[in-house]
C-alpha cells in the first residue's frame, strides 16, 4: 500500500514505535494522521508535528477505541490504515496476579479483535484496508522475563493471522509486527534477552513498516534473525526449549 493519501490510526503513539511511526507517515504524505494514547502531554507534540489529530484512548477498553475510530471519521471520513500498536511491559512468572494478567489480555489481546470490529468492515466494503498488530518477536518465539506477556503477544500474532485468513481476499492486508528490542521506555538498558541481536531505534522500525507494507507481506520483521530463529524452533521443538531453557536459567543467575 502506498501510504501518500491515506488515513491513518496509530495507538500507543505518544512514544517509541507509534510515534515513530505517525512521523514516518506524515512523511510520506499521509492525508491525515490521528494518534492515540493514554498520555495526552505527550501525545500532543506528535499531533502537532504531524498536523494531525490527538485522541486519548485506552485501549483495554472497548468503547475507546469504538471513539477513536469515530473521531477519526468525523475529522477525515474514514480510516485506511490501522496501526494496532499500543502495549505494556512486565518482567514476572506465574507470581504475575491476575490483574496483570488481565490488563495484558485486554491490551495485547482484545484491543486487536476490538479495532477490527471497528474498521475491518468498512476497510472491506471500500475493497482496500490496512491493519497492522503489533506483536513482538515474544509472539514468535516467547520470552523468558515474563509469562504474562509471551502469551499474550502469541494472541496478538494469532488474530493477526486469523484476520489475514478471513479477509485477505477481501481487500484487507494485514501485517504483524514481531522486532526484537526496540529503544523504547519499555526495553531495560541492554534489552534484556531480546537484546542479543542489538537494540534498534524507533526509527528504524518506522522504516521497515514502510517497506513491508509497500510490498503488503505479513510480516515485519527488523530483526531479520527471527526468521531464522522461528525456522530453528519448528525444524526442532524439543531442541528450541533446551535452549530457551539455558536462556531462562542465565537470566535468572544474572537477577540473582
Known amino acids: 500500500m502506498d501510504i501518500k493519501g491515506k488515513v491513518a490510526v496509530i ?42 489529530l490527538a485522541v486519548r484512548c485506552d485501549v483495554g477498553r472497548e468503547a475507546d477505541i469504538q471513539a477513536l475510530v469515530d473521531a477519526a471519521e468525523r475529522r477525515y471520513g474514514r480510516v485506511d490504515i490501522y496501526f494496532s500498536n499500543a502495549g505494556i511491559g512486565n518482567s514476572r512468572g506465574l507470581e504475575a496476579d491476575d490483574a496483570m494478567w488481565d490488563k495484558m489480555w485486554r491490551i495485547h489481546g482484545m484491543a486487536h479483535v476490538w479495532a477490527a470490529r471497528a474498521v475491518v468492515d468498512k476497510m472491506v466494503a471500500r475493497g482496500e484496508g490496512y491493519f497492522l498488530i503489533t506483536a513482538s518477536a515474544a509472539g514468535l518465539l516467547n520470552i523468558v522475563e515474563s509469562a504474562a506477556y509471551g502469551v499474550t503477544k502469541h494472541a496478538a500474532v494469532a488474530i493477526a493471522e486469523w484476520l489475514a485468513i478471513a479477509y485477505g481476499r477481501s481487500g484487507l492486508h494485514v501485517s504483524c509486527l514481531c522486532p526484537q528490542a526496540v529503544r523504547t521506555g519499555m526495553v531495560p538498558g541492554d534489552g534484556g534477552s531480546a537484546g542479543g541481536d542489538g537494540i534498534l531505534s524507533a526509527e528504524a522500525v518506522a522504516d521497515e513498516i514502510v517497506k513491508v507494507m509497500d510490498k503488503e507481506t505479513f510480516l515485519v520483521l527488523p530483526h531479520p534473525e527471527v526468521l531464522d530463529y522461528l525456522r530453528g524452533k519448528t525444524a526442532n521443538y524439543d531442541r528450541w526449549l533446551g535452549g530457551m531453557q539455558k536462556l531462562y536459567m542465565k537470566t535468572q543467575s544474572t537477577q540473582a
Open 11 to 52: 495507538t500507543g503513539a505518544a512514544s517509541g514505535i507509534g510515534r515513530a511511526t505517525a512521523l514516518k507517515f506524515h512523511a510520506e504524505g499521509a492525508a491525515g494522521v490521528v494518534v492515540a494514547d493514554m498520555n495526552e502531554a505527550g501525545l500532543q507534540p506528535v499531533a502537532q508535528a504531524v498536523n494531525g
